[in-house]
């Protein structure tokens, strides 16, 4: 089991950045791929960004791709969504999630093959 809490959310303006933390408890953290996905009102929930499990493989969504940064801490068990130059677009409620990953470079952007996810933290972003 997984423990995921999420904190760093806030309303911003239009070019602002901030820093998603995800703290996780629980089972080894470095056994899993990380992930944060997002969902807007009104909107499906959709991936945003993951890490594999040692950090060294990442992949982030078009729409996010050279604005947002997803990083991790194996020590302090902790997964980062770095946001910069965010748009009214971006406002949404941010989800980070957990899968055990099959090897050290795996990384998942499907949001059915995840089994831990936070409460989520709104972020919100005015032109």
């Known amino acids: 089991q997984v423990q995921l809490v999420e904190s760093g959310g806030g309303s911003v303006q239009a070019g602002d950045s901030l820093r998603l933390s995800c703290a996780a408890s629980?089972?080894?953290?470095?056994?899993?791929?990380m992930g944060w996905f997002r969902q807007a009102p009104g909107k499906e929930r959709e991936f945003v960004a993951t890490?594999?499990?040692?950090?060294?493989?990442?992949y982030s969504a078009d729409s996010v791709k050279g604005r947002f940064t997803v990083s991790r801490d194996n020590a302090k068990t902790t997964v980062y969504l770095q946001m910069d130059s965010l748009k009214p677009e971006d406002t949404a409620v941010y989800y980070c999630a957990a899968v055990r990953g099959l090897y050290s470079f795996s990384y998942y952007y499907k949001e059915s093959e995840y089994w831990y996810w936070g409460q989520g933290t709104q972020v919100t972003v005015s032109s």
């Open positions: 629980g089972d080894t953290f470095s056994n899993y791929a």
């Open positions: 890490i594999s499990k040692n950090g060294g493989s990442t």
